[in-house]
C-alpha cells in the first residue's frame, strides 16, 4: 500500500436495534481497515449485519430504533484531517457524506425521490458540492450517466424513476454516488438488480475508478462469485459479527468457516445439471443450543442414498412428464406480438416517436416447460411478460393461452383466465399489500375467484400453502414488513399457487434474493413444478439460473427475440455476438480467473501511474 495509515479503520464497532420488548445487536465487535485504491468487499446473507455496518459508518442509522453503542470509525478527511466520524459534528458530517464518502444504496426505487427527474437528483447533489452552474451541472450529469452506460442519457435525465427499469434506476445512483469523485465508495448491493453485461459495466467502473482515482471502494454484497475478480480482501459476515476475512484467491481456494463454504456452493454454477439439488447454508453448518457454529461432517457433497433415489425418481418423472406434454396442444402460442410505447414532448404532449419495447416477437410453450427469457435490463422481458397478462396492453399481435385469444378477451373473461396464468412480480415488496396479513395476501385471489365454499376452508388452504413454501402457520399473521426478503418471496410464490395455476409467470423472482435463499427457491420451485405440474416462464438476468432452471432459453434483445435454443446448445454453441457477450459476462468465480484478473487489474494501475 502507498499510505501507512488506511483511509478508513473501523474499531470494535458496536450497533443495536432497541424495541420495547429487546435490543438486538445487529454489529458486534467489527473491527477492519480500508486503504485508498483498494476494494474490500463484504460478504454475507440478509440480515447478517453488512449493510447496518455501512450506514453506521455514515451515521445514517435513526437514533430509534437503531442506535450506534460503542466503537471508532477513524477516517482521514481532506478537510478535516484524521476524524472519528462517530464524534463528528454533525454540521462537518454533512459535508463528508457525499462528498468524500459517498453510498450506492440497496434499494434505488426507496433512494430516489419519486416526484424529482432523475437528472435533478444528482445534479442537486453536484450543486451543493461544488462550485458549478446548473448548465455544468447537467452536463457533468449527462457524462455520469454515459459513464454508467445508461443509453439514451439525455431522455433519463427527464425522466422520473418510474419511468425507468430497476436497473436503469440503480445506475442512476451509481452515477449520483460518483458525482463528487468520493474518497470513499461503499457499494451497498449496486449490482443486484442488474444483468450480467451491465453488472461486468459497473463493476469495471468501480474498479476504474478505484485505480485513476486512488479511491478506496468497500463493495458488500451477498455474492461471493459477483466481488471475485474486483476485490482485493474479502470479509464474511453473519449475525453481525466477521467469521472470516481474507485475500480474495485464499477465501476461494481455502475457506476456513463452513459458512464461506456455503456460500460458496450455493450459487448454481455452469456446469450444473437441472436436476440436482442446489446446496444451501444449512447444509454446511448448524449451530447448538449456545450459539456456536458447528461444521456439519455429512455435507450435501455426499447426498443419502435416500436423496439420490428421491432426486432420480423426481427426475424420471419429470421426463415422463414432458414426454407426455410433447403430445398435447400448446399451452401458450405468441404471434408477431408488438408493445410500442409513444415518445411524447412538450405542452401538449405531442408524439414524437415510439420505443418499441416488444417488437414482432413469436415463441411457442408446451405444458410442464420452463422457458427461460433472458436479456439485459430495458430489453422488453418485463414488457412481455406483463404483455402476456394484459397488464400492460398490445400494441398488435395474438397471444393464445389454453384455446383462448387473451388479445380479444373482454375485461370479465379476461379476469376469468388470469387464475390459469399467475405472475410472481420482480419486487416482492410492492406486489405485497402493505395493510393485510400474509393469510390475508394468500386468501385474497381465492375470494375473487370464489374457490372454495367459505372463508374458513380458504384460510386453512392459506396454511397448507406457507407451509408447502417452507414457512410456518406463524407467519399468517405477520404483514410484509415484518418478513425478510427470502420471505416475501415464499409468500409471492404462495398466492401465486392460491388458485391452481397452469402456467406462473416468474420476473426475476429470486434476482434481489441471498445466494443461500434463492437457493432454496429454486428448489422449492423445482419441487412444486414436478409435484403440480406447472409451466414456468422464467424471466430472469442471470444465465446461471436460467440455464439450471430451463427446458428451453429465448434470448431478448432490443425488444426481439434474437436467439432460441435449449440451455446446453444456448452455453455451448451460441450463435449470436449478443449471447456470447451475455455469457462471457457471467462471473465464474474459479481460481484461475481470479488470478488471471488480479494481474490484469496489477498492470492496469501500473500502466496508469
Do not use: W
Not at 474490500?40 to 455496518?53: C, M, N, R, Y
Not at 452515477?175 to 463493476?203: F, G, H, K, N, W
Not at 385471489?445 to 400453502?465: A, C, I, T
Amino acid at each position: 500500500m502507498t499510505l501507512l495509515k488506511p483511509i478508513l479503520q473501523v474499531i470494535n464497532l458496536n450497533s443495536v436495534f432497541s424495541t420495547l420488548h429487546s435490543i438486538t445487536k445487529a454489529v458486534d465487535k467489527v473491527s477492519f481497515e480500508v486503504y485508498a485504491g483498494e476494494t474490500v468487499a463484504i460478504v454475507g446473507e440478509s440480515g447478517s449485519g453488512k449493510s447496518v455496518t455501512a450506514l453506521s459508518l455514515m451515521r445514517l442509522l435513526d437514533t430509534t430504533p437503531g442506535q450506534i453503542a460503542t466503537g471508532q470509525v477513524v477516517f482521514q478527511s481532506k478537510k478535516y484531517g484524521e476524524v472519528d466520524l462517530l464524534q463528528l459534528p454533525e454540521k462537518q458530517m454533512q459535508h463528508i457524506r457525499g462528498n468524500e464518502i459517498s453510498m450506492v444504496f440497496q434499494e434505488p426505487m426507496s433512494s430516489l425521490n419519486p416526484v424529482y427527474t432523475c437528472g435533478k437528483q444528482v445534479t442537486e447533489a453536484l450543486l451543493i458540492h461544488n462550485t458549478l452552474t446548473k448548465k455544468q451541472a447537467k452536463e457533468r450529469t449527462i457524462q455520469l450517466f454515459e459513464k454508467a452506460r445508461l443509453s439514451h442519457p439525455e431522455r433519463i435525465f427527464d425522466a422520473y424513476p418510474h419511468e425507468v427499469s430497476g436497473g436503469q434506476k440503480q445506475r442512476v445512483m451509481i452515477a449520483m454516488a460518483l458525482a463528487c469523485e468520493p474518497s470513499i465508495l461503499i457499494a451497498d448491493e449496486p449490482t443486484t438488480a442488474l444483468d450480467v453485461t451491465v453488472q461486468a459495466r459497473v463493476l469495471r467502473l468501480v474498479d476504474e475508478l478505484r485505480i485513476k482515482e486512488n479511491t478506496a471502494v468497500l463493495f458488500i454484497t451477498h455474492d461471493l462469485g459477483v466481488v471475485a475478480e474486483i476485490a482485493d480482501r474479502i470479509l464474511v459476515m453473519y449475525k453481525g459479527k466477521i467469521v472470516e476475512q481474507g485475500k480474495v484467491i485464499d477465501i476461494f481456494t481455502n475457506p476456513q468457516h463452513p459458512y464461506t463454504k456455503g456460500l460458496l456452493a450455493c450459487r448454481p454454477k455452469l456446469t450444473a445439471k437441472k436436476q440436482t439439488i442446489l446446496p444451501t447454508v444449512s447444509d454446511f453448518m448448524f449451530e447448538d443450543e449456545q450459539g456456536n457454529i458447528l461444521e456439519r461432517k455429512a455435507q450435501i457433497l455426499e447426498p443419502s442414498l435416500e436423496d439420490v433415489v428421491s432426486n432420480y425418481v423426481g427426475t424420471v418423472r419429470n421426463i415422463k412428464h414432458q414426454q407426455e406434454n410433447k403430445q398435447k396442444p400448446l399451452l401458450l402460442q405468441v404471434e408477431n406480438l408488438k408493445v410500442h410505447f409513444p415518445i411524447k414532448k412538450g405542452f401538449f404532449g405531442r408524439t414524437t416517436g415510439l420505443v418499441k419495447a416488444v417488437d414482432d416477437v413469436s415463441f411457442e410453450v408446451r405444458p410442464g416447460e420452463t422457458i427461460g427469457l433472458v436479456g439485459e435490463s430495458g430489453c422488453g422481458k418485463t414488457t412481455l411478460g406483463r404483455a402476456l397478462l394484459r397488464l400492460i396492453e398490445p400494441t398488435e399481435g395474438s397471444i393464445t393461452f389454453d384455446g383462448q385469444n387473451v388479445v380479444q378477451l373482454t375485461p370479465e373473461e379476461l379476469r376469468n383466465s388470469r387464475r390459469n396464468i399467475q405472475m410472481i412480480f420482480q419486487d416482492h415488496y410492492t406486489s405485497l399489500n402493505p395493510m393485510h396479513t400474509v393469510s390475508e395476501v394468500i386468501v385474497e385471489p381465492m375470494q375473487v375467484h370464489n374457490f372454495y365454499s367459505s372463508d374458513k376452508e380458504r384460510h386453512g388452504k392459506s396454511l397448507e400453502l406457507i407451509e408447502k413454501v417452507g414457512l410456518t402457520k406463524d407467519y399468517l399473521h405477520r404483514y410484509p414488513h415484518e418478513l425478510s426478503g427470502g420471505q416475501r418471496q415464499r409468500v409471492s410464490i404462495a398466492r401465486a399457487l392460491a388458485l391452481r395455476p397452469k402456467c406462473i409467470i416468474c420476473d426475476e423472482s429470486v434476482s434481489a434474493l441471498d445466494v443461500s435463499v434463492q437457493a432454496q427457491v429454486l428448489n422449492l420451485l423445482n419441487r412444486l413444478k414436478q409435484e403440480f405440474h406447472i409451466t414456468y416462464i422464467f424471466i430472469t438476468h442471470d444465465l446461471s439460473v436460467a440455464k439450471y432452471m430451463s427446458d428451453r432459453i429465448l434470448v431478448m434483445n432490443r425488444g426481439k427475440i434474437v436467439e432460441t435454443g435449449t440451455p446446453e446448445q444456448i452455453f455451448r454453441q451460441p450463435q449470436e455476438e449478443y449471447t456470447r457477450n451475455l455469457i462471457s459476462a457471467i462471473p465464474k468465480g474459479e481460481p484461475e480467473d481470479i488470478i488471471t484478473a488480479q494481474q490484469k487489474r496489477k498492470a492496469i494501475k501500473a500502466g496508469l501511474e
